[in-house]
Nanobody, 115 residues
Framework: VQLVESGGGLVQPGGSLRLSCVASGFTFSQYVMRWYRQAPGKGREFVAIITSTSSRTNYADSVKGRFTISRDNARNTVYLQMNSLKPEDTAVYYC?????????WGKGTLVTVSS
């Protein structure tokens, strides 16, 4: 089982990034997918969730209206489009796959928002 995040990097405030997470080793289309993040010196926090069929999404209040989660089950990939980035969005971003009591995690990708 693997979850591999990519797309992180350094971006100026107000900029955009698109994160990707490619899954392998399990039936991706049967899993709810989430993005989490962990800022330096802080705990891991929920960012966004998408159901297995993309029928529903939800977001943390801190990113609502700026971030969009989506998925492509044919490509075993979940995305996080991040717009209007702020310095407080700086964190390592992780994707998570969940099916009832099974959880898989990626190793994360670093997003740094700074001028």
């Amino acid at each position: 089982v693997q979850l591999v995040e990519s797309g992180g990097g350094l971006v100026q405030p107000g900029g955009s990034l698109r994160l990707s997470c490619v899954a392998s080793g399990f039936t991706f289309s049967q899993y709810v997918m989430r993005w989490y993040r962990q800022a330096p010196g802080k705990g891991r926090e929920f960012v966004a969730i998408i159901t297995s069929t993309s029928s529903r999404t939800n977001y943390a209040d801190s990113v609502k209206g700026r971030f969009t989660i989506s998925r492509d089950n044919a490509r075993n990939t979940v995305y996080l489009q991040m717009n209007s980035l702020k310095p407080e969005d700086t964190a390592v971003y992780y994707c998570n796959a969940n099916n009832i009591d099974v959880d898989y995690w990626g190793k994360g990708t670093l997003v740094t928002v700074s001028s």
